[in-house]
Nanobody
Framework: QERLVESGGGLVQPGGSLRLSCTAS????????MSWYRQSQGKERELVAT???????HLVDSVKGRFNISRDNSKNTLYLQMTSIKPEDTAAYYC????????????????WGHGTQVTVSS
């Protein structure tokens, strides 16, 4: 049974750091590109970061220099390292498997985790 389970979300202060994790099971994790999406209240879902099965990465402009996506295939785990966090980063963050990428961007999300909430507040 395919599963993606996120963890690491919570309340964080502006300027702080947080690391989100996603553990995968039920499929060959190493063969897939993986991504993080987020959705804020009242806004549409946004692709934040993608990492291909060859470890090429892409970040949306708003998080470049602040976030990093990585993976550990031996642990079937995907990470999103978040630093210099801003209030506008407040959102539900989703771990997502990608069936296709274009220029290291996820273009065909095909399986979603349930999400983890990140709230940025003083």
């Amino acid at each position: 049974q395919e599963r993606l389970v996120e963890s690491g979300g919570g309340l964080v202060q502006p300027g702080g750091s947080l690391r989100l994790s996603c553990t995968a099971s039920g499929f060959h994790f190493y063969m897939y590109a993986m991504s993080w999406y987020r959705q804020s209240q009242g806004k549409e879902r946004e692709l934040v970061a993608t990492i291909t099965h060859e470890d090429a990465t892409h970040l949306v402009d708003s998080v470049k220099g602040r976030f990093n996506i990585s993976r550990d295939n031996s642990k079937n785990t995907l990470y999103l390292q978040m630093t210099s966090i801003k209030p506008e980063d407040t959102a539900a963050y989703y771990c997502v498997r990608c069936a296709a990428t274009v220029r290291s961007r996820c273009t065909q999300p095909d399986f979603w985790g349930h999400g983890t909430q990140v709230t940025v507040s003083s």
